[in-house]
């Protein structure tokens, strides 16, 4: 009687022993789930608005683990333009079991390399700033975009210049001619955004009945240093020909300007300068009246976007309760126009 009860005893002690390891087990992967890691890959951290977003987006997180009560963790990688160090990127970390992998691609082209591998693995991907073809977005429902609408870019970027020449003709029109004479810079030829804007920025200055008379363009790769010399170089052989400036973006209108400067036709002494994206740079040129307007790519709407789809889809939630903008399997953020009139506001914005 005695050995049956000290073997019912040990066979009771067992049951204990291995609930309080299934209950220890259960407790570390419940832990392992606590936080969401997400990989982000950038085409190059230089870029002044992809380098603006990556900072929204780090600025953002804070208050999404507050909302979510877990650590978010957010690594940043540089693909310095190269896709195939991008490719490698991803693979990294879907090897390393990220939640959510965020894409700039560097070519958008091929994104359906990417798209791949993600489903592949069960990881969701959004793909921002660069946005890939259709067909590689219908690939896999668990596949995102968060971006702008090009068009209405060029639209406000083109509505900027035709309200200045409609109250300042006389100061824009210096030859007298009644034709405006402007100069292109444009960002890099196989981006979608650089096409939609050059073309629907004078579209919508043609449609307010402005004849006008383009003098020269050229890629400046959305940088600072090209735009400066092709600047350089059409101050050479227009000179004050030049009454306005379209820039695809603020940078490169960074570059224009110091151009213009170095030539004393900064300014009112010069044609005026457009460009997009309402960087600090940008908006800090309105505010010294070296600019006459900028097209706010709200780089922190974005941010929150990309953030919230990546966060929503790491829970096995659905991204649309999260961010409601989203539209199918895509995001557009909208657009502001910024000038003189309004610039403090969207600095204002900046700085919250």
């Known amino acids: 009687m005695k050995k049956m009860k000290s073997r019912i005893a040990r066979i009771c002690l067992a049951l204990c022993l291995a609930a309080m390891m299934a209950g220890c087990a259960g407790t ?7 936080g969401i890691k997400i990989g982000v890959a950038i085409y190059r951290g230089d870029d002044a608005f992809i380098s603006s977003l990556c900072a929204s987006l780090e600025n953002a997180i804070k208050d999404k683990e507050e909302k979510l009560g877990k650590k978010v963790v957010v690594n940043i990688a540089d693909a310095k333009n190269s896709q195939s160090s991008q490719n490698d990127q991803v693979d990294d970390f879907i090897r390393k079991g990220y939640d959510a992998i965020c894409v700039n691609m560097v070519d958008r082209t091929v994104a359906a390399v990417i798209v791949d591998k993600a489903k592949e693995a069960g990881i ?3 793909f921002f700033n660069r946005e890939p073809v259709e067909e590689d977005m219908a690939i896999w429902n668990q596949t995102y975009y968060v971006g702008t609408d090009a068009r209405e870019a060029g639209e406000l970027e083109g509505q900027i210049v035709a309200d200045a020449w409609k109250s300042q003709e006389s100061r824009i029109d210096k030859n007298g001619d009644g034709k405006l004479q402007y100069v292109m810079l444009e960002g890099e030829q196989v981006h979608q955004d650089s096409l939609i804007r050059t073309e629907y920025s004078v579209k919508t200055i043609l449609k307010e009945g402005i004849v006008t008379e383009k003098l020269a363009s050229g890629t400046g790769n959305w940088m600072r240093s090209p735009a400066y010399e092709l600047m350089q170089e059409w101050i050479g052989q227009y000179g004050s020909q030049i009454e306005v400036v379209l820039s695809n973006n603020d940078e490169m209108a960074m570059g224009a300007i110091e151009a213009l400067a170095e030539n004393g036709m900064s300014g009112g ?6 460009g997009i994206d309402g960087t600090e740079d940008g908006l800090e040129k309105i505010i010294k009246g070296e600019m006459e307007g900028t097209v706010m790519n709200d780089a922190r709407g974005q941010a929150e976007s990309i953030l919230g789809i990546a966060c929503a889809c790491a829970e096995g939630k659905d991204p649309k309760q999260e ?5 199918g399997q895509y995001v557009r953020v909208p657009h502001s126009p910024v ?4 610039v403090q506001e969207f600095i204002d914005y900046k700085n919250k």
């Open 28 to 34: 570390e992967k419940k832990e392992e789930k606590t």
């Open 124 to 126: 969701p991907i959004i």
């Open 269 to 274: 002494n010069g044609p005026i300068v457009v």
């Open 323 to 327: 961010v409601p903008e989203l539209k």
């Open 339 to 342: 000038t003189a009139d309004n």
